[in-house]
C-alpha cells in the first residue's frame, strides 16, 4: 500500500519489503515543512518508512524548505536469529528504532540489510544512522559562507 504527497515523497507499510539500503524511516508526529508533509501509513510502532529516494534528495529538500536533517554520529546495529525472514527483519528494525528513540532523534536512515546463516541458524543484521529533523533556527543560517 503507497501514498504519494505533493513532494512527491511516499511513504509505504512495513509489511511491503521495502525494507533497504538508503530507506528513511520517520516517526509519526514528527514536524515537517508543510512542503513535505506525508501521506500514508505507520507500522504499528509509529514510525513511517519511506519509499528510497534518490542519494540525498530529501535532505536537499528539507534544507531548502529552511529545515535541517541532522546526521548523527555512529552506526546502529541490530542481529536477529530466526527462521522466519521477515519476523527477524521487524525486530532488528524495532531494536534499531529504541535505539534512536533513546537518542532523542526522529528518524532513521537504513545503511544495510543482510540476510545469512551461521550453523544453518538464519540471521538477519541491520545497520542504521541516527537521523534528526527539525527547523533550523532564525538566528542561526547553516552555513554562512566561511
Known amino acids: 500500500m503507497k501514498r504519494s504527497d505533493a513532494s512527491g515523497f511516499t511513504a509505504v507499510g512495513f509489511r511491503s519489503g521495502g525494507i533497504q539500503p538508503g530507506i528513511i524511516l520517520i516517526a509519526e508526529g514528527t514536524p515537517m515543512p508543510d512542503s513535505m508533509r506525508l501521506e500514508g501509513p505507520s507500522n504499528s510502532d509509529g514510525w513511517r518508512l519511506m519509499e528510497r529516494v534518490e542519494d540525498g534528495e530529501f535532505e536537499r529538500r528539507i534544507n531548502r524548505a529552511g529545515w535541517i ?14 527462521f522466519d525472514r521477515g519476523k527477524a527483519l521487524r ?8 535505539s534512536v528513540k533513546f537518542q532523542r532523534c526522529n528518524s532513521l536512515q537504513i545503511t544495510e540489510v543482510t540476510a545469512k546463516s551461521f550453523l544453518k541458524l538464519p540471521y538477519v543484521k541491520v545497520s542504521a544512522r541516527s537521523r534528526h529533523i527539525q527547523e533550523q533556527p532564525l538566528d542561526r543560517p547553516l552555513f554562512d559562507g566561511q
Open 91 to 98: 525486530a532488528a528494525i524495532g531494536r534499531i528504532i529504541a
Open 69 to 82: 536533517f541532522y546526521l548523527m554520529a555512529g552506526e546502529i546495529k541490530a542481529t536477529v536469529f530466526g
